[in-house]
């Protein structure tokens, strides 16, 4: 009586007349129904007291195999003793949410059995989104501290059999496939769960940061989770909460689907739909997107100066630069932040003023958290600075004591933060690379060199919480220069992420791009590795954040390291001083025509596969495609030959409007190469002929 009873409640919400304000959750005392038209998922409700179980969860239309009749929904520790839906709750109440980004949903507010604890759990669904957004509050209701432990945000018990014994798991933002078992890493901003023979699988997104996000696949038990890393983990998440005070996780999003072939299919349209329309991702925040960065990093490294930097400049803006960023080697050391008056006698602001003169946004080099032993700072104020495990001062970003690395959960942090507003603020910074580490290094691989072990510093009562609240509070930092100054890049290094190559969502919520690493040889190699990186990263990140060094403007092929850097973030490093004036001419055309992309197409906002084309390697042909999949317009498309046999490949563009004339035109040159309906190039495409044993060509696909 009682299951018929349910899904007879069940139907009541499913029919009940729409409210005047579209909302996408629904309830009573027994039930909540979260309902887009794209995604549905019920929650049973403590009636009274109870479990918390998600009992369906599934796209709107079709069949979805994957998850049992009852679902864990969430789980956590505090003080070892583990709390989930699967708890004795009492129902407190459930409230309608919303976020700026069209978001909306509920919040069902439950008390333990115990009365220790009050969790808020929260959801959020998006219009013609499969997307449901998801995070926990918890809340102490007891009069002593308390640790919070191994949150699994989301926990859904899978099918007994098929489900993970035929499962591909994509790992490494989606991209790399195996089976069986899996506990993610540090890479692991998204993963896919993918059954072929189904054509079935469910998207997991994990917005926490860097080293202390977690999701599991089959992981000891036929579940999978996401959230934070659990007590046992290499590095564990810890938060300690007061009395009354409440804690929120991070977000994580899960989308379920059916009728995929692929899973990059769903990569590369409703999960970069979602990143870039609801996520709130900082990039496309800015009125206005980088198309065209230079670096003084190489060859200059901090042999640098005003005169020089004055001459690089003059030369970087005859080649069509857009942001000019001076590197390392600018300051006295580290800590103080203060200019060297030797290489630049007059101070940065003239420099700066210069650049700005040449039509350029001017940037800058600095090492957020750390500080040179001999500086003032660390002089003055080593409370500041992480202990290690021994109560030593160290080095977190390398072995050695070349410098000291400060605690975000101190004082730190207003002092960084006052250095970096003076910087963007009074002399107007527009762009600004932020390194090193900050919770852990990409270069040390010993998990106990990490975070602060001090267990007097504000921002965290011991080691393990320091991993997280360090990560909180340098995103807190970029919150509050985005508010001083809107329209600042901030540049925030995978050194400072803390893994090698590290990108996630909870960094390009804050910074508008990640640096993600150095390639300096001057041929074809460092073009296979931007292409394979950005390849590799995108659609899950948004291209544009990735800021890949370090193709040098004077090299010999230089043309193909625009075409293939053009798909992510262009940015240029070298000598243009060396560039012959016929060079600098070239460099301009394709600076004017990336700039043109961008204002007709936006195409720093997208990215997507060329149907067809894989990962780019040795002896393959690969590509992307930048087309704005929301006005339909059009944009550019890379295609690039890598020691293949063949000469010749057919060309197909997806994302266009299948009745409008569409005209394909060759990069700078304008050359029309042919016109057809969308529907036509989706179909059979135009073929495209490069003879040379490594090569790549860029078009224009344009609706005009």
Not at 173 to 183: A, C, H, Q
Not at 190 to 216: C, F, M, P, Y
Request: hydrophobic share 40%; charged share 20%.
């Amino acid at each position: 009586m009682k299951a018929i009873a349910f899904a007879l409640l069940i139907i009541a919400l499913a029919i009940e007349p729409a409210r005047a304000q579209q909302h996408f959750a629904k309830w009573n005392d027994t039930a909540l129904v979260l309902d887009n038209g794209m995604v549905t998922r019920i929650i049973k409700l403590p009636s009274l007291t109870g479990s918390f179980l998600t009992t369906l969860y599934k796209p709107a239309n079709g069949d979805f195999r994957y998850f049992q009749k009852t679902n864990t929904d969430f789980q956590f520790e505090v003080n070892g003793i583990v709390y989930s839906g699967r708890s004795n709750w009492k129902l407190i109440k459930v409230n309608q949410i919303s976020d700026t980004k069209g978001g909306d949903g509920a919040s069902v507010t439950l008390q333990s059995a115990d009365n220790k604890i009050q969790v808020s759990v929260n959801f959020l669904l998006y219009p013609s989104s499969p997307a449901i957004r998801k995070s926990i509050t918890v809340k102490n209701l007891t009069n002593d501290l308390f640790k919070l432990e191994s949150p699994d945000i989301e926990k859904f018990e899978v099918e007994e059999y098929s489900a993970s014994t035929f499962s591909w798991v994509c790992h490494d933002y989606g991209r790399r496939r195996s089976i069986g078992p899996y506990e993610s890493n540090l890479q692991d901003a998204l993963i896919t769960v993918h059954n072929s023979d189904w054509q079935q699988g469910i998207v997991i997104g994990n917005e926490a940061a860097g080293v202390v996000k977690r999701t599991s696949v089959f992981w000891e038990e036929l579940t999978i989770c996401t959230g934070l890393t659990h007590k046992d983990a290499r590095y564990p998440f810890r938060k300690w909460i007061k009395p009354g005070e409440s804690f929120e996780t991070p977000q994580v999003f899960t989308m379920v689907y059916n009728n995929h072939k692929d899973p990059d299919e769903i990569l590369n349209t409703d999960v970069a739909d979602f990143v870039r329309k609801y996520m709130g991702v900082r990039l496309f925040e800015l009125k206005q997107k980088p198309t065209f960065v230079y670096n003084t990093w190489e060859p200059f490294y901090t042999n640098i100066n005003e005169k020089l930097v004055m001459e690089v400049a003059k030369a970087a803006a005859d080649a069509g630069m857009k942001e000019f960023i001076i590197d390392d080697g600018w300051e006295t050391n580290f800590g103080d932040w203060e200019i060297d008056k030797k290489k630049f006698p007059n101070g940065l602001k003239p420099v700066f003023d210069y650049i700005r003169s040449l039509g350029m946004k001017p940037g800058l080099w600095i090492s957020i958290g750390s500080a040179s032993p001999g500086s003032k700072v660390f002089k003055t104020h080593p409370e500041w600075f992480v202990l290690d495990e021994h109560g030593s001062y160290t080095n977190l970003h390398t072995a050695g004591s070349g410098i000291r690395t400060a605690c975000f959960g101190t004082g730190w942090y207003h002092y960084i933060k006052d250095i970096l507003l003076k910087l963007s603020v009074d002399y107007g910074l527009e762009y600004m690379k932020l390194d090193f580490t900050v919770v852990t290094s990409p270069y040390r691989y010993d998990h106990t060199q990490s975070g602060c072990y001090a267990l007097n510093h504000s921002g965290h009562k011991d080691h393990n919480e320091s991993l997280f609240t360090n990560y909180e509070k340098v995103w807190q930092l970029f919150d509050e220069l985005h508010a001083a100054k809107p329209n600042l890049f901030l540049d925030c290094t995978f050194e400072t992420m803390g893994g090698l190559q590290l990108i996630d969502y909870a960094l390009v919520k804050h910074a508008e791009g990640d640096w993600l690493s150095n390639y300096g040889m001057p041929n074809e190699l460092t073009d296979l590795r931007i292409r394979n990186m950005a390849w590799w990263r995108s659609p899950a990140i948004p291209a544009t954040a990735l800021v890949i060094g370090n193709p040098e403007m004077q090299d010999s092929g230089w043309q193909m390291h625009i075409k293939s850097i053009a798909g992510a973030l262009p940015i240029m490093l070298g000598d243009p001083r060396k560039l012959t004036g016929t060079d600098l001419a070239k460099y301009r055309a394709w600076a004017d025509w990336l700039q043109l992309m961008q204002n007709k197409y936006d195409i720093m906002s997208f990215r997507q596969d060329v149907n067809g084309f894989g990962e780019p390697m040795e002896g393959m042909w690969d590509g992307y495609q930048r087309i704005n999949t929301d006005t339909k317009a059009g944009g550019i498309i890379g295609i690039f030959k890598h020691g293949a046999t063949e000469n010749e490949r057919q060309v197909t563009i997806l994302n266009l409007l299948p009745e409008k004339m569409y005209t394909v035109r060759k990069a700078v040159s304008g050359d029309v190469v042919l016109t057809v309906t969308g529907a036509q190039l989706a179909a059979t495409g135009f073929r495209v002929s490069i003879n040379e044993l490594y090569g790549g060509e860029l078009y224009e696909v344009s609706s005009e």
